[in-house]
């Protein structure tokens, strides 16, 4: 199983990111897609997620900026991220939950630096 996390980078304040990533492996689709990240010195949190049944969670921190969309066929998760604070600066990591078959377990991707400047 693997999850191939693309799109980091470096912009300024305001600016715009996309986060792809894509998940392989699996005969059974994650139920569960999304993304978390962990900023220097704190713990890893959760950013967005996405379920098979079409419902997604997004943390505070990403309401009104940020858009998880999931393509089910195609085992993506991507994340745009609008209107970026310095504070959005962190590694994010693709995340993914198989619930059942022998792939059962839950996976995380390589993290990809975002870092926003003031």
């Known amino acids: 199983v693997q999850l191939q996390a693309s799109g980091g980078g470096s912009v300024q304040a305001g600016g715009f990111l996309k986060l792809s990533c894509v998940f392989s492996g699996s005969i059974v689709r994650p139920k569960v897609m999304g993304w978390y990240r962990q900023a220097p010195g704190k713990q890893r949190e959760l950013v967005a997620n996405s379920n098979l049944d079409g419902t997604a969670i997004r943390a505070k921190p990403a309401r009104g900026r940020f858009t998880i969309t999931r393509d089910h066929a195609a085992n993506t998760v991507n994340l745009l991220m609008h209107n970026l604070k310095p504070e959005d600066t962190a590694v994010y990591y693709c995340?993914?939950?198989?619930?059942?078959?022998?792939?059962?377990?839950?996976?995380w991707g390589q993290g990809t630096l975002v870092t926003v400047s003031s």
């Open positions: 995340n993914a939950e198989v619930d059942r078959g022998p792939q059962q377990g839950t996976y």
